[in-house]
């Protein structure tokens, strides 16, 4: 997905003469580009970078990790041990990545593990395991969290910082840098809205103007982890917050 900010023209005429034929559909401010190859797909994202063409990266679902929340461990465990006796419990599948949530109030590390796996087929064996470290266990599917995805890189909505390839904006002062670099540090009378340009609110309120609207999903398994913005934002709002955030 490119940002088109009436410049679809140039910015295709760009693409067409570095990779021959591109395959490109136009959508409102984006246009969406279908690379033919895994191969092409990494260097229109490196042709892009380099001619500082704004863009975010929408992965297949085969791509996507397959996330899990377990339950039954101490909060003190190491997150490598963790990885560690995974890897030897699994071996048909590979650990990308393991976190654990904390409290946002207290900040404090809760005894909820989340783990990422590589999809390979595999992976419904990992509920499997009831048993793990020498103590019961609970494993669960882990779904995103209700509501749009909001990138930690450019503060827009529906990619995560992941796949994103815009300029870094910050939620508290619109600046060059991630939030969390922010030298604003303490909460602010009358915040301006980097989104919607309106001042009271900051754009990960969800009744911003331009905050996406998304019915609440459906089924089975529990949702974490609630974003640490929404946190951030009731600093500013003074609305009631949300408990829980990750930690990696
Ligand atoms: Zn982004
Ligand atoms: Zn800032
Ligand atoms: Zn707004």
């Avoid at 034929?21 to 246009?31: D, G, P, Q, R």
């Avoid at 654990?100 to 999809?119: A, C, G, H, W």
């Avoid at 266990?137 to 749009?148: D, L, S, T, V």
């Amino acid at each position: 997905m490119i940002r088109n900010k009436n410049n679809y023209k140039e910015i295709l005429k760009n693409l067409n003469n570095k990779f021959g034929k591109v395959n490109a559909v136009l959508a409102n401010e984006y246009i969406k580009v279908y690379p033919e190859t895994a191969e092409e797909h990494r260097d229109m994202q490196k042709f892009c970078r380099e001619e500082k063409i704004e863009f975010y990266v929408i992965r297949p679902l085969s791509e996507r990790p397959f996330k899990i929340v377990m339950k039954g461990l101490h909060r003190d465990t190491d997150i490598e041990e963790i990885k560690f006796e995974l890897a030897i419990a699994l071996p048909e599948i590979e650990i990308l990545k393991v976190g654990q949530l904390k409290n946002v109030r207290t900040k404090s590390p809760m005894d909820i593990f989340m783990t990422e796996l590589k999809k390979n087929g595999h992976g419904n064996k990992i509920f499997e395991i009831t048993q793990f470290m020498f103590l019961k266990i609970k494993i669960q599917n882990c779904r995103k969290p209700p509501g749009a995805t909001q990138c930690w890189n450019c503060n827009m909505f529906n990619h995560s910082s992941e796949n994103c390839g815009f300029q870094t904006r910050c939620l508290k002062c619109g600046e060059d840098h991630r939030t969390n670099q922010c030298p604003i540090t303490t909460p602010q009378e009358n915040p301006k809205c980097i989104n919607c340009g309106a001042t009271g609110h900051i754009a990960s309120w969800r009744h911003c103007p331009l905050f996406p609207k998304i019915k609440p999903t459906k089924g089975q398994g529990e949702n974490y982890p609630k974003a640490q913005r929404e946190f951030l934002a009731s600093q500013y709002r003074r609305q009631e917050n949300i408990s829980y955030s990750m930690q990696t």
